[in-house]
């Protein structure tokens, strides 16, 4: 079995091209963008094989350093075990501290998203999920009339143990979306916060000092589509717009949203979206009243999710986001016309052996390289692992 160092090896300092975008595949979405792309290396970061490590977020600190939160301590993708971990990167990625677990709570914590604000204060954000329950009662059931695919006893009462440290009650209650506050570089967290929304990645900063949360309510009747808004550095947070629906679109099939905030002082958010028209495809919506209202969500021609939004340094913007069909993988595009189009994908992983990939986020170091990380099931590891890139366009 080759080692993850010879898999990586196979992009190193490969050079992808794509040229004269307006007459491939995306047709009326493309745009006339040159973009070259060399990855200069990927590798596995995570040091805990045996643990599955799931949607992980990255930021750059503006101290340089780097900072990455995942949902850890898991089995598997679902599972009653979550929990929210951290560790840092002062050598541009180069090197990881030990992980760190920052929230572990009676549930299952999953998609772990991370902000610095201007303030310096630290928020990562979070949601709890009860969806391994229907998971675990099949095993009792098929324990029970001695099913010869029932669980190992020690892996059933690994789960029987977590899930009954809570009533059913007490469990319905855990629910929710979350932030968590640190004023003191990492070293103390708060209590949970309520966010009234969630999304992967989190919330994003705006240029007039407000936090912006794009996201989806998920314990509601609603389970609205929209913005909620903090004005005291993530102390609290208050709805503010929901995003209408396209024609024919359900709302509850919306998912993962992300944003960011243009020169201009556009807002741009990606959408998950599952329903028919343009299923598994990105679909977008933009604000220009600091996100009061929002355009109905369109199709960006683009099969990929979920998205995560970047404006570079020099105002282009990029997405990433994870392919889970042929080529398995990450892919970027870019816009230099505020998302009006994109060019075509840019592969920055083109060797997955599983679907079980992808929540790349990505940040633009000082000297203008790129560091992206996702979470991956790879062949060589036992559980899935977050993997690195390091590259440039």
């Not at 490590?53 to 900072?67: A, E």
């Not at 009860?130 to 006893?153: F, T, V």
């Not at 916060?193 to 996201?215: E, M």
């Amino acid at each position: 079995m080759r080692s993850n160092k010879d898999i990586s090896s196979n992009l190193d300092r490969r050079t992808v091209l794509a040229a004269s975008l307006g007459t491939l595949a995306l047709g009326k979405f493309a745009h006339c963008v040159n973009a070259q792309l060399s990855v200069l290396d990927v590798k596995t970061i995570s040091p805990t094989p045996n643990i599955y490590c799931g949607w992980p977020t990255l930021i750059l600190r503006r101290n340089g350093q780097l900072m990455l939160v995942w949902s850890g301590g898991r089995e598997s993708h679902v599972c009653p075990f979550g929990r929210v971990d951290m560790m840092r990167s002062d050598d541009q990625g180069e090197t990881w501290t030990w992980p760190r677990t920052i929230l572990d709570g009676a549930s299952d914590d999953r998609d772990a998203g991370a902000l610095e604000t201007d303030q310096g204060t630290l928020i990562v954000t979070t949601f709890t999920s009860l969806a391994y329950e229907s998971i675990y009662k099949d095993q009792i059931a098929r324990q029970k009339r001695g099913d010869k695919n029932a669980w190992p006893e020690d892996q059933l009462a690994r789960w029987s143990a977590v899930h009954n440290r809570m009533s059913d009650n007490e469990r319905d209650s855990e629910l929710g979306q979350w932030a968590i506050r640190s004023t003191d570089e990492g070293r103390t967290w708060s209590n949970r916060i309520p966010t009234i929304v969630n999304s992967p990645h989190g919330p994003i900063q705006l240029s007039d000092g407000r936090l912006l949360y794009p996201g989806k309510e998920l314990w509601t009747t609603q389970k609205r589509i929209g913005a909620s808004v903090s004005t005291d550095d993530g102390q609290s947070w208050q709805w503010l717009a929901e995003i209408p629906t396209r024609d024919g679109d359900k709302a509850t099939d919306y998912h993962e949203l992300h944003g960011v905030e243009c020169q201009s002082g556009k807002l741009v958010v990606h959408i998950r979206n599952h329903n028919p028209k343009n299923n598994r495809e990105t679909l977008q919506t933009e604000s220009t009243d600091g996100g009061e209202t929002w355009t109905v969500p369109h199709s960006i021609g683009i099969w990929g999710l979920p998205s995560h939004l970047l404006r570079l340094k020099d105002g282009r913007l990029l997405m990433s986001y994870g392919h889970r069909r042929d080529p398995l993988g990450i892919q970027v595009r870019i816009s230099d016309d505020e998302g009006t189009t994109w060019s075509d994908s840019l592969p920055i992983w083109d060797q997955g052996t599983s679907g079980d990939l992808g929540y790349p986020s990505t940040v633009e170091l000082d000297d203008g390289s790129l560091v992206s990380v996702w979470y991956e099931k790879m062949k060589s590891s036992p559980k899935a692992v977050l993997r690195q890139a390091r590259w440039r366009v």
